[in-house]
């Protein structure tokens, strides 16, 4: 069964340093996301992308975050200058369409450790 | 805004046993809810779903069913079984592309 897979599993990054969190998709999917989970906290929505385009984004996503699908496979996640409060799981996600009941495919997760 | 609450704390528990994680709903109107499941070193999957009030989602020997006369959908399992470990989100879609979750909670199956 095709999966979303992300790179890598855990990045440890220095404070202010920036990080590429990075998904592949399932391929015939069309809307992607973020969420993130902090220790012990809930998952949050992060940002929503379609068509080239942010469609929403969190009230956690400023300025020091960004996404992009570079090419027609990957899908990113940049933190321009890290902080402290970044260090959390990030979970990619993707479906094929954007109604309610279709269901998210999560990627394993990316553990974002800064020190 | 719309939210879920899911009970405090991991949840242990004897093969065999019944399973009950709890999961409250906070929104206007009433929205689809859902279960999910994340294994081990897996990402979060759909466990199961309820498109209405009333309505029973069912998978895997788990059910739950949305009860607007109490805001809940709380999860259930007859015969749990150490497969079953893993962490368990109660979700609700909000706005126009997001899902809020809730904490979630650690279900360990013990043989």
């Not at chain 1, 902090?38 to 929403?56: A, D, P, T």
């Not at chain 2, 994340?38 to 498109?51: F, N, R, S, V």
Request: glycine share 8%.
């Amino acid at each position: 069964e095709p999966e979303v897979t992300q790179t890598p599993s855990h990045q440890v990054t220095q404070m202010g340093q920036e990080v590429i969190l990075r998904c592949v998709p399932i391929s015939n999917h069309l809307y992607f996301y973020w969420y993130r989970q902090i220790l012990g906290q809930k998952v949050e929505f992060l940002v929503s992308f379609y068509n080239n385009e942010i469609s929403e984004k969190s009230e956690i996503f400023d300025d020091q975050f960004s996404v992009e699908r570079p090419d027609g496979s990957n899908f990113t996640l940049k933190i321009r200058s890290t902080k402290l409060e970044d260090s959390a799981m990030y979970f990619c996600a993707s479906r094929i369409t954007d109604r309610v009941v279709s269901p998210l495919h999560f990627g394993n997760g990316t553990r974002l450790t800064v020190t | 805004g719309d939210s879920v609450t899911q009970m405090e704390g991991p949840v242990t528990l004897s093969e065999e046993a019944f399973l009950t994680i709890n999961c409250t709903y906070t929104a206007t109107g009433y929205p689809s809810l859902f279960w999910y499941v994340q294994y081990p070193g897996e990402g979060l999957q759909l466990l199961l779903k309820a498109t209405k009030a009333d309505d029973k989602g069912s998978n895997k020997g788990f059910e739950a069913t949305y009860r607007k006369e109490t805001t809940s959908f709380h999860l259930e399992k007859g015969s749990v079984q150490v497969s079953d470990s893993a962490v368990y989100f109660c979700a609700l879609p909000y706005g126009n592309n997001r899902l809020a979750f809730g904490k979630g909670n650690q279900v360990v199956v013990i043989p």
